[in-house]
């Protein structure tokens, strides 16, 4: 079994930025795939951006390319995501998860993924 504890969600205003993180609590952390993926009310949840074992190849939907980075720290078993020029539109629940043992390629299907965090609230006022 895998836990995922996000953490790093908030209130910002359009234009801010946020960090979210992630820690997982198995040390084989360097063999998982991670992803973020997002859910606004009212909406089915989202891809948002994915990484590979290494951190060596990285996904965005088109909508946060250029502004959302997805890094991970495998001596700390953690993943982040670096949300510069926040808009109203990304306002949603965000979800880490992970795929297990995979040194393969990166996953952009939430169906592709073992585990799942709690979530963490952003909500960007514009």
């Known amino acids: 079994q895998v836990q995922l504890v996000e953490s790093g969600g908030g209130l910002v205003q359009a234009g801010g930025s946020l960090r979210l993180s992630c820690a997982a609590s198995r040390r084989t952390f360097s063999s998982y795939v991670m992803g973020w993926f997002r859910q606004a009310p009212g909406k089915e949840r989202e891809f948002v951006a994915t990484?590979?074992?290494?951190?060596?190849?990285?996904y965005y939907v088109d909508s946060v390319k250029g502004r959302f980075t997805i890094s991970r720290d495998n001596a700390k078993n953690t993943v982040y995501l670096q949300m510069n020029s926040l808009q109203p539109e990304d306002t949603a629940v965000y979800y880490c998860?992970?795929?297990?043992?995979?040194?393969?390629?990166?996953?952009?299907?939430?169906?592709?993924?073992?585990?799942w965090g709690q979530g963490t609230q952003v909500t960007v006022s514009s």
């Open positions: 990484i590979n074992w290494s951190g060596g190849k990285t």
């Open positions: 998860t992970a795929r297990i043992n995979d040194f393969g390629r990166y996953y952009t299907n939430n169906n592709d993924y073992d585990y």
